[in-house]
C-alpha cells in the first residue's frame, strides 16, 4: 500500500500517523462521539475505538477527557465567534447585524453538524466546561451590543435611560440568542422549509418584538379575576 508520503508499507501493516495528523484525527472522532452522545455518556474508550486506536495512544495526547472536551469545544468557539465577529463588524445597522448573525449561525450548523450538535446539547451546561459558557456569554454581549446601538448614539438619551436600556437588554439576550439557536436546530430537522424562509422569520421574530420592547410597549397586567 501507498502511503501519502509515497512510502511503501508492508501488506497488513499500518503506518504510524505523523503526531499532528493523528491529533487532528482524534480531535475530529471526539468531536463526532461528544456531538452524538453528549460529554458525560461519552467516555475515551468509545472515542479510541471510533479512532481505531488504542486508549494508551488517545491518552498519549490528551491527559483526560475534560482534557479532550475543553480542546474540542475550544476549536469550536473560535471559528463560531471569529465568523460572528467579521459578519457583524462588516454591517452597519443594528438590524442588518442581526441578520449576519443569524447568517453565520445557519452556515456553520449546514457546515458543521456534530459541532452544532455539541453546541446545542452543552451551551447551557456550564459545568461541561469554561470555554461553551464563555462563548454564550460573547454571544450575549454582541447581541446586546446590537440592541443599544442605536440607543447609545442617541444625543438625547439621558443616561438614566440608557441605563434602563442596558438593563432591558440583559434581560433580553438569553431570548434572542435561544429563539436563533432553536430556530436553526428546528430547520435543521425540516430540510423541506427554503433556508431563506427560516432566515427571514428568525430575524423577524427578534427584530420586531425586540423593537416594540424598546420603545416600551407592554401587554396589560392580567385582572386577578380574569385568571380564574
Do not use: C
Not at 500517523?17 to 462521539?33: D, N, S, T, W
Not at 479510541?48 to 486506536?53: D, G, S
Amino acid at each position: 500500500m501507498t502511503g501519502t508520503t509515497g512510502d511503501t508499507a508492508a501488506p497488513g501493516v499500518r503506518r504510524r500517523m505523523p503526531y499532528a495528523q493523528r491529533r487532528e484525527q482524534l480531535l475530529g472522532v471526539a468531536l463526532e462521539e461528544f456531538g452524538r452522545r453528549g460529554y458525560h455518556l461519552t467516555q475515551m474508550e468509545h472515542v479510541a475505538a471510533a479512532a481505531q486506536v488504542s486508549k494508551a495512544l488517545l491518552y498519549q495526547h490528551f491527559t483526560s477527557k475534560e482534557d479532550l472536551f475543553a480542546e474540542v469545544t475550544e476549536a469550536i468557539v473560535g471559528e463560531i465567534t471569529g465568523r460572528l465577529n467579521a459578519a457583524v463588524l462588516a454591517e452597519q445597522g443594528s438590524v442588518d447585524g442581526i441578520r449576519a448573525m443569524v447568517r453565520v449561525l445557519f452556515d456553520y450548523a449546514t457546515e458543521q453538524p456534530d459541532a452544532w450538535a455539541l453546541v446545542i446539547r452543552h451551551l447551557d451546561k456550564p459545568e461541561v466546561g469554561l470555554e461553551l459558557r464563555e462563548m454564550r456569554d460573547r454571544l450575549g454581549a454582541a447581541f446586546a451590543d446590537l440592541l443599544l446601538r442605536r440607543r447609545r448614539a442617541d444625543p438625547e438619551m439621558t443616561p438614566a435611560e440608557l441605563e434602563a436600556n442596558e438593563r432591558r437588554a440583559r434581560l433580553l439576550v438569553p431570548l434572542m440568542y435561544g429563539s436563533m439557536l432553536s430556530m436553526v436546530s428546528w430547520w435543521l430537522e425540516h430540510p423541506d422549509t427554503p433556508r431563506e424562509r427560516a432566515e427571514g422569520m428568525a430575524v423577524e421574530f427578534i427584530w420586531l418584538g425586540l423593537d416594540r420592547l424598546r420603545h416600551g410597549e407592554r401587554l396589560p397586567r392580567s385582572h386577578p379575576d380574569s385568571e380564574r
